[in-house]
């Protein structure tokens, strides 16, 4: 399949982080546009966010909320499996930041993700693990895959750099076939009309059944 990459100018690209490195997820309200343009630590926030991978979530409110165009369902769905009982955040407008450490694993190496060229508002995007790696995952883990809108600092409103989670497919099960063989999944996912293009990158994470991210992929890393 054609990587998104080929959308973009010609340039040398760096290398995506590690598989198991550090991940740090900021959790918002649509209708709080002040947490989006700020910057300011709190108890669960940390000021600067790790060398690895990171995520932004926008979860929904009304439908004329100042970020309703970047808001999600699934969102919601995620600060429920980081923090099991978490209403009152889904209630009022404070943001959450959940740092996740370095993860020593072995099977690091085993999770890849590809993507296609746009088609009829669609990207398809497939997941692939590796035998070993799967063989070493927690029983009831399951696969998802998403489109991450990379936004620049200093743009749409927002002082830092965010990539911001635009359309996810998942749980995908990992318990399929064989025990110890490659398994893969093939999904399409629209392309949100409020996205820019070229900002667009495909990943593929493995998520264990309490939450934590175990192993996220990338199909290119500006």
Do not use: N
Not at 18 to 27: D, G, I, V
Not at 203 to 213: N, Q, S, T, V, Y
Request: hydrophobic share 45%; with cysteine.
């Amino acid at each position: 399949m054609c990587a998104l990459a080929t959308l973009l100018p010609a340039a040398a690209k760096p290398a995506c982080p590690a598989a198991t490195a550090a991940t740090l997820e900021r959790l918002y309200r649509a209708d709080c546009p002040g947490c989006w343009a700020d910057t300011a630590p709190g108890p669960e926030r940390p000021a600067t966010a790790p060398p690895g991978w990171l995520f932004d979530w926008i979860m929904p409110a009304a439908t004329d909320a100042a970020l309703a165009a970047g808001a999600l369902p699934e969102a919601a769905e995620r600060l429920q499996r980081l923090r099991p009982g978490s209403a009152a955040m889904q209630a009022d407008a404070t943001p959450l930041q959940a740092l996740q450490p370095v993860r020593r694993s072995p099977a690091g190496a085993g999770l890849q993700v590809q993507s296609g060229p746009a088609w009829h508002g669609y990207f398809g995007l497939e997941l692939r693990l590796a035998g070993p790696a799967r063989s070493r995952l927690p029983a009831g883990s399951s696969g998802w895959l998403a489109l991450v809108e990379l936004v620049p600092a200093g743009s749409d409103g927002t002082p830092v750099a965010r990539a911001l989670v635009r359309s996810v497919a998942g749980p995908l099960p990992l318990d399929a076939g064989r025990p110890g063989q490659p398994i893969s999944h093939l999904r399409a996912l629209r392309w949100p009309a409020s996205a820019e293009p070229t900002r667009l990158q495909a990943r593929a994470w493995i998520e264990a059944p309490d939450g934590r991210l175990l192993l996220v992929a990338a199909d290119r890393c500006p």
